[in-house]
T-cell receptor, first 112, second 110 residues
Framework: DVKVTQSSRYLVKRTGEKVFLECVQDMDHENMFWYRQDPGLGLRLIYFSYDVKMKEKGDIPEGYSVSREKKERFSLILESASTNQTSMYLC???????????FGPGTRLTVL | GQSLEQPSEVTAVEGAIVQINCTYQTSGFYGLSWYQQHDGGAPTFLSYNALDGLEETGRFSSFLSRSDSYGYLLLQELQMKDSASYFCAVRDSGYSTLTFGKGTMLLVSP
C-alpha cells in the first residue's frame, strides 16, 4: 500500500515563526503536492513538484515555499507564519501518468 | 478562471440512491475525479473519468459529459459509512494537478 506520512498531526506556532511541514511517500512517486483545506473552500493547491529539485506554483503560493531534495520527501515552508495561514495542510503524491493522488493524514496548523 | 460547482450538502436515508452533481469551468481539461473524505480523515480516490460516459465501481458510479462540462457521482444502496464529504476535481494540466470543488457533505440517516 502507498503510504504518505506527514511529520505532525497538530502544530501550534507563533506569528513570525518559520515553520517546516514535512511529507514523505514510500512508493517512488514522481509527483508531490501541497494543499491547504479550509471549511467551505475545499482543497487549494499551494505548490507541486514533478521531480527532484523541481517545483511549480499552484493557485495560492504566496507566503509559502517548498523544497524537494529527495524524491520521497517534499517540504512546505512558511517563512514567516501569519494567522491567516492557520489551516489544515494536506500532502499528496501520484505517479505519472496515473491520476489517483494519495493523501497524507494532514497537519492542522494553528498560528497564534 | 477555474471553478467547480457542487451542492454543499445532500441528505439521504440508508438504502437510497443519491446523485452528487459537479459542473466545471477550467482552462484545461484532462478528466474529472471524485474523492471521499470522512471527518478528520484524508481524502481518498474514488473514480476518474477522462471520456464521456458512465464508470461503475461497486456501489459507486461516476459519469462525465465533456460537452456539458458536467459530471456526477452516483451512490447506490447507501450505508451509514457513506456519510462523508465528496469532492469533484478536474485534472487541468499535464502535470496531473487537480482543481477541487468545495465539496458536498453527504449525510445518511437510518
Amino acid at each position: 500500500d502507498v503510504k504518505v506520512t506527514q511529520s505532525s498531526r497538530y502544530l501550534v506556532k507563533r506569528t513570525g515563526e518559520k515553520v517546516f511541514l514535512e511529507c514523505v511517500q514510500d512508493m517512488d512517486h514522481e509527483n508531490m503536492f501541497w494543499y491547504r483545506q479550509d471549511p467551505g473552500l475545499g482543497l487549494r493547491l499551494i505548490y507541486f513538484s514533478y521531480d527532484v529539485k523541481m517545483k511549480e506554483k499552484g493557485d495560492i503560493p504566496e507566503g509559502y515555499s517548498v523544497s524537494r531534495e529527495k524524491k520521497e520527501r517534499f517540504s512546505l515552508i512558511l517563512e514567516s507564519a501569519s494567522t491567516n495561514q492557520t489551516s489544515m495542510y494536506l500532502c499528496a503524491s501520484s505517479i505519472q501518468p496515473n491520476n489517483e493522488q494519495f493523501f497524507g493524514p494532514g497537519t492542522r496548523l494553528t498560528v497564534l | 478562471g477555474q471553478s467547480l460547482e457542487q451542492p454543499s450538502e445532500v441528505t439521504a436515508v440508508e438504502g437510497a440512491i443519491v446523485q452528487i452533481n459537479c459542473t466545471y469551468q477550467t482552462s484545461g481539461f484532462y478528466g474529472l475525479s471524485w474523492y471521499q473524505q470522512h471527518d478528520g480523515g484524508a481524502p481518498t480516490f474514488l473514480s476518474y473519468n477522462a471520456l464521456d460516459g458512465l464508470e461503475e465501481t461497486g456501489r459507486f458510479s461516476s459519469f462525465l459529459s465533456r460537452s456539458d462540462s458536467y459530471g456526477y457521482l452516483l451512490l447506490q444502496e447507501l450505508q451509514m459509512k457513506d456519510s462523508a464529504s465528496y469532492f469533484c476535481a478536474v485534472r487541468d494540466s499535464g502535470y496531473s494537478t487537480l482543481t477541487f470543488g468545495k465539496g458536498t457533505m453527504l449525510l445518511v440517516s437510518p
